[in-house]
């Protein structure tokens, strides 16, 4: 078990920092996604806005589902809180302690694509575009368009190639107010953000500090309990699988005996571990046998119990306690026999 | 224990250097922030102030609170300072220590940036172009107030076809830049000498004080870490119970249902005690279920 304990202090200490890093490499994630992604803007009346709006919204949407089904412990979540009750009681706390731990996660990176998209300024000024007050920026002199006229012409601030309304106001002078407004939203947007976080940091100690310590113990002990019983399980279907497959051997080689009326051959006192392990089968023929039996009848998952405790034995084998299976094996075969 | 030992004595003599690197990574965060920042100045009259300044104060902001955030010694010091006296007096001292080194760690990367800002220049170019006086520059000098405004608010766009080649708004911008640099320097020697000062003169005055002080910021730290640590050791042996109490609950379930000879099973002890008397598929399901719809109370006692 030392090596198990060991295992999962490693997993308990890292589990926090484990997350953290998941975190952070979505957050470089979505930046390198921003800065590959080809921005394209339609430079068309109502396209602008939906276009605009939409990168700018709907790639968060996703990075923040991705957090969660990344994150590890929302399995746990979920399994916690479907369980029926049984004999445990369900504590709210824990149950929202974890959700709050994982949506905070998962939360980083989508803000840091809303942040990046602001401060670009290209979402903002394809999306808003339209709306650029001419009366302000532009030139007075110029004659006044229709409404439908003057939304095709602002449409194409973006698209400096195909811009035609140098005359009515000046790509430049639109782009950069564009950009500035984008900025000081980007900007907000992240210190309201921190502000939020430092809030939230800050403020639990100050009122909640006790019931927080109680979540936190338990909704690692759900997870520590959880990781164990598997282990637990594993250990279990081991033993098993050991336990059936040397009785499989057992079953092989009782039979080839019956078939052959060999009398069973009484091992050598000083035969050794090999022999033991060859567990009665000693040729290619027999082997092809038993190999042959493992594919197309394997046993069933049922091991049979011990016919009898192991006093009366092998006399010269003196075997020790540690290896109870061998006194088992060789006692079945002297019993069936004779 | 010795395992531990080596744990907390790491713990002790890196959790400075781990605060400091985290102040460091700060710092340089904030020189790449502003390096990959694309300022974009929107040389109109009433706004480039406010841009400008924006720039200039906001991130400092920011970088502040994420200092704080990012230091866990901060939360240590709330929750010292928050929590109930019971039986262990509060030393106001010790919260003000902690305090204090918590603030000037997180002040680094805020002055980072305003410092590379100044010197940089672009931001105090384009906050006070408007406000310049056009009397001291031959191409503003003679045109009218109204446009006078416009001219001056493009000085920091290069590009802008009004002042492109104008040599007045190049004047405008070196002389705005030499006061931005020469304030980002001055700041800059201010805090060095003010920082030189604190550490040669702070031996001179309470030392003893602050050897406790320090001292017992640092225990208030450790003593949480290894409660933390003996939280988790606690509830890995307590899963390791309850799962045990399960198992074996399981076991005499069994033995009580099939009715088996009190005798057998004794001669195995070795594989017996990992396969815990669940010997087939149907056991092992009912194992499982039972873990699923039934999870033993929290009680080991």
Redesign the interface.
């Known amino acids: ?1 030392d090596k198990f ?1 060991m295992i ?2 490693f997993f ?2 890292n589990q926090e920092s484990f997350m953290n890093g998941i975190c952070g490499i979505m957050a470089l994630a979505s930046t390198q996604m921003y800065s590959a992604f080809d921005f394209n803007c339609p430079c068309l009346p109502h396209y602008n806005l939906a276009y605009g709006l939409g990168i700018l919204l709907v790639p968060p949407f996703i990075l923040f589902l991705l957090g969660f089904v990344l994150n590890n412990n929302i399995s746990m979540l979920a ?1 916690e809180w479907r ?2 009750q ?3 009681g369900k504590d709210p706390a824990v149950l929202r302690y974890m959700f709050c731990s994982m949506a905070q996660r998962a939360m980083i990176a989508p803000v840091v694509w809303v942040s990046v998209t602001l ?3 290209k979402c903002i000024t394809c999306a808003f575009c339209t709306s650029v007050p001419v009366e302000t ?1 532009g030139n007075a002199s110029h004659p006044r368009l229709t409404q439908g006229e003057m939304q095709r012409v602002l449409a194409r601030i973006p698209c400096k190639e195909i811009y035609n309304g140098q005359q009515l106001i ?1 790509n ?2 639109a782009v ?2 564009l ?2 407004i984008s ?2 939203l980007g ?2 947007f ?2 309201l953000m ?2 939020l ?2 809030l939230v ?2 403020l639990r ?2 009122f909640s ?1 006790a019931a927080f310590l109680k979540s936190r ?1 338990w909704s ?2 759900i997870d ?2 959880r990781k ?2 598997d282990e ?2 594993a ?2 279907a ?3 699988a ?2 059936c497959i040397q009785q499989f051997f057992e079953g092989m080689s009782m039979d080839l005996v019956a078939a052959r009326c060999h009398l069973p051959r009484k091992a050598p006192a000083d035969a050794g571990e090999a022999a033991e392990k060859l567990l009665g089968i000693t040729d290619r023929g027999t082997m092809n046998m038993a190999l042959k039996s493992w594919h197309r009848c394997k046993p ?4 049979h ?2 016919a ?3 006093g009366n034995g092998w006399v010269g084998e003196g075997q020790p ?5 061998t ?2 094996r060789e006692t079945a075969a002297y019993y069936s026999w004779v | 224990m010795d395992r531990f030992r080596m744990i907390f004595q790491y713990f002790q003599s890196n959790s400075e250097s781990v605060m400091n690197g985290i102040c460091g990574l700060l710092a340089l965060a904030s020189v790449k922030m502003y390096t990959s920042f694309d300022f974009s100045c929107p040389c109109l009259p009433q706004y480039n102030m406010a841009y400008g300044l924006g720039i200039m104060f906001v991130p400092p902001v920011i970088l502040f609170l994420c200092g704080l955030i990012l230091n866990r010694q901060s939360l240590v010091m709330l929750e010292e300072w928050r929590r109930p006296q019971g039986r262990r007096k509060k030393d106001l001292a010790v919260i003000r220590y902690m305090c204090s080194s918590i603030m000037q760690r997180a002040m680094v990367a805020p002055v980072v940036w305003i410092v590379v800002t100044l010197l940089d220049g672009k931001c105090l170019i384009c906050a006070f172009s408007g406000s310049m006086d056009p009397e001291k520059f031959v191409g503003f000098a003679n045109v009218s107030t109204a446009q006078v405004q416009q001219l001056l608010a493009k000085v920091p766009c290069k590009d802008d076809e009004l002042v492109r080649n104008s040599t007045s708004r190049k004047a405008v911008s070196r002389y705005l830049r030499c006061w931005s640099q020469a304030l980002g320097w001055s700041i800059l020697l201010i805090l060095i000498i003010a920082a030189f000062l604190a550490r040669w003169l702070r031996p001179c005055f309470n030392q003893a004080t602050l050897l406790q002080v320090r001292h017992w910021s640092n225990y208030i730290d450790i003593e949480q870490k290894i409660f933390e640590e003996t939280c988790c050791e606690h509830s890995r042996l307590f899963a390791h119970k309850c799962i045990l109490h399960f198992f074996e609950s399981m076991r005499q379930e069994i033995k009580l249902h099939s009715f088996t000879l009190p005798g057998e099973g004794k001669g195995a002890e070795g594989e017996e005690d990992f396969l815990w008397g669940i010997t087939d598929q149907d056991q092992v399901n009912k194992l499982l279920k039972t873990w699923y719809y039934e999870k033993p109370p929290l009680d080991v006692s």
């Open positions: 078990m304990r999962f202090q308990q200490s399994e369980r029926p049984g004999q445990r401060l670009d300024g920026l000046a430049e002078v950069r107010y950009r500035c900025q000081a900007w907000c992240v210190l921190t502000t976080a430092f940091r800050s100690p100050c500090q113990y690692h002990y520590i309990e164990l019983f637990t399980c250990e279990h081991r033993s098993f050991k336990v069933a998952l049922q091991l119990p011990p009898l405790p192991t306690p540690m290896h109870p299976s006194p088992r």
